[in-house]
């Protein structure tokens, strides 16, 4: 078995697992290596953010970048986009409130599929496009 992770600006991270899988030892690699790793295997680096994802993004900004799945920081995460810091442990107890967050077809992170061929052969993959708002502050 071989996996990648964190692929960046490569569009087909299965075909990419497959070549570590068939040219190297089984092992995963991750980040920038597997970038690095699919780009000498003849892969394709490129711009992989759509239009769309950038006019979502602006409308999530412009909207104090709610909903979003920060908690126990500061500054408020309700009202704010961050950068975002580790609140007291005082805080914490303060803002602690149970939430009723709903995990179904259209609100999940992650999708993983393991297919079994005819002859056999095992194979998997992972996609995730991340939860729609949860977005790292650079």
């Known amino acids: 078995m071989a996996a990648v992770a964190q ?3 490569v569009r087909d991270a299965t075909r990419v697992a497959w070549a570590v899988m068939n ?3 089984p092992t995963m690699i991750v980040g920038e290596q597997a970038t690095r790793f699919a780009l000498q295997m003849g892969f394709k680096e490129e711009n992989l953010t759509a239009p769309a994802s950038l006019l979502m993004m602006d409308v999530w900004r412009r909207n104090s ?3 979003n799945f920060w908690k126990k920081v500061n500054p408020d995460p309700t009202k704010s986009c961050g950068p975002y810091q580790p609140a007291s442990a005082k805080e914490n107890l303060e803002k602690m409130v149970l939430s009723n967050r709903i995990i179904d077809r259209f609100h999940h992170d992650t999708i ?3 297919v079994i061929d005819d002859s056999g052969e ?3 993959g ?6 729609r708002y ?3 502050n650079e």
């Open 126 to 131: 992972t996609s995730t496009n991340g939860a």
């Open 23 to 25: 040219h190297t030892q």
């Open 65 to 67: 970048c709610q909903p």
């Open 112 to 114: 993983g599929m393991v």
């Open 7 to 9: 692929l960046r600006r």
């Open 122 to 124: 095992v194979s998997d």
């Open 134 to 136: 949860k977005h790292r």
